[in-house]
């Protein structure tokens, strides 16, 4: 826009306006909106040609963005139908829960409580809807055990442990025979706990209410039980002694027994 132009365009805006004092001028909002038209069309073509070298590049940059978008949220749509029609969005949802449940189970003999899932963040309700689909077993009220990982001889004692619940332990010749120690093989397993235990148990699970100091408390396993030096203790009186020398023994050797402690419980069980 040259200043012949500008000021013709101010002389045809103003027409009609004194203009022989500067102060006596004043635009009204239809002049203003007549200059700024005026001086638009007046500079269009110079914006156009300033902005033709990059329009072309501004507009494909802008087709490209929204043509990937596109294609990102068709894809993104056309996925999750596929995933929604097979199934698998429920699969993949519980596939965290099974791969926590399986780790649990893996240091329990196989064995999963309620309460052990609950700590690592899968609710008893998604339990039930585990074992509905397979590959949990539920053994007993808040108790399930992991198909596939065999707990071998001691899954028993653990089974036995978790129907009691919680504040349960093995307890004296059975915590023996978990460690095959003084070649004991009760046809019960013993749990001792301080809580009155309202649950239906099989025939084979003997229930001892004993109040144990925890420092004698401890875990095989993942499996709550008595130490192997107090289940000696325990034991005396019920196991025959020569059992209980041999199992004092073979105890102190494989670190299941402090070896300060052997001479102690030697003398103990020859004294009963």
Sequence with gaps: MTRADLSTAVEAVTTGVDTRKADAVVFTDEMRQRFAD??????APQIEAALKPIRDEIVAAAMASLETEAIRQMTQAVTRDMIERAGLIEVADRAGYRAALYAI???????????????????????????????????????????GIDGGDRAPYAEAVYRVG??????????????HLALVNPTRIK????RRVRRDLPDHIQLVH????????TEYDGVPSATVERAIRDSIGAVMSDRLFEATRRAGDEGLIRRRQIDRLLAEIAAA
């Design 191 to 194: 749990v001792a706990t301080t």
């Design 210 to 217: 004993a109040v144990v100091d925890p420092g004698d408390l």
């Design 166 to 179: 919680e504040h349960a332990h093995l307890h004296a010749e059975s915590v023996l025979a978990f460690h």
């Design 105 to 147: 189970a893996a240091d329990h003999l196989g064995y999963v409580t309620t309460e052990m899932a609950d700590v690592v963040g899968v609710p008893a309700v998604e339990l039930r809807k585990i074992a509905a689909r397979g590959g949990l077993t539920n053994v007993a009220r808040g108790l399930y055990r992991v198909d």
């Design 38 to 43: 005026m001086a638009r069309d007046l500079m």
